[in-house]
């Protein structure tokens, strides 16, 4: 859905990843229905996937059902706005840093990267996530968790 609200659009759209994905009639619809603003990638190693998000203003997951995402949290990290699916857990971690779509409303999908785009950078989320969701913070609480189980 995120390919059809954005069709044609003045925005340049990166998917990376998708074309190495297992599910081959997914990703056939996809590069069937993407139009000449868009851009397919194939898996990146990490060190070159920072250049993408340094170079993102909004990253954009609108999926059905997602957990808070490695994904979401490297593109707040790196200063991107986002937009993200209202399902899932994400609104506990981003609060009101990011913007929130219907995943089946592709006007509501294209509403949302349009706030994005023209919203003012929120250093507050990049903040909340280098404070709160490193691995470091993430070992500490599981340490932490451990040791009440262990210790009662």
């Given at each position: 859905n995120?390919?059809r609200?954005?069709?044609?659009?003045?925005?340049?759209?990166?998917?990376?990843?998708?074309?190495?994905?297992?599910?081959?009639?997914?990703?056939?619809t996809?590069?069937?229905?993407?139009?000449?603003?868009?851009?397919?990638i194939d898996?990146?190693?990490?060190?070159?996937?920072?250049?993408?998000?340094?170079?993102?203003?909004?990253?954009?997951l609108?999926?059905w059902f997602?957990?808070?995402?490695?994904?979401?949290?490297?593109?707040?990290?790196?200063?991107?706005k986002?937009?993200?699916?209202n399902?899932?857990?994400?609104?506990?971690?981003?609060k009101?840093?990011?913007?929130?779509?219907?995943p089946?409303?592709?006007?509501s999908?294209?509403?949302s990267?349009?706030l994005a785009?023209?919203a003012?950078?929120?250093n507050e989320?990049r903040?909340?996530?280098?404070?709160n969701?490193t691995?470091?913070k993430?070992a500490i609480?599981?340490?932490k968790?451990?040791v009440?189980?262990i210790?009662?």
């Amino acid at each position: 859905n995120v390919i059809r609200a954005l069709k044609n659009s003045p925005y340049n759209v990166v998917f990376i990843g998708l074309k190495s994905s297992n599910q081959k009639k997914y990703v056939d619809t996809c590069l069937a229905e993407a139009t000449s603003n868009m851009k397919f990638i194939d898996h990146l190693p990490q060190e070159e996937l920072l250049e993408y998000y340094q170079k993102a203003r909004v990253h954009v997951l609108a999926s059905w059902f997602e957990t808070t995402g490695l994904v979401n949290l490297e593109a707040a990290a790196m200063g991107c706005k986002l937009v993200l699916s209202n399902r899932g857990d994400v609104k506990d971690y981003f609060k009101h840093h990011a913007i929130y779509c219907e995943p089946n409303d592709l006007l509501s999908i294209k509403n949302s990267v349009d706030l994005a785009w023209n919203a003012p950078n929120d250093n507050e989320l990049r903040q909340l996530v280098l404070e709160n969701y490193t691995w470091e913070k993430a070992a500490i609480e599981t340490k932490k968790a451990y040791v009440q189980i262990i210790n009662p």
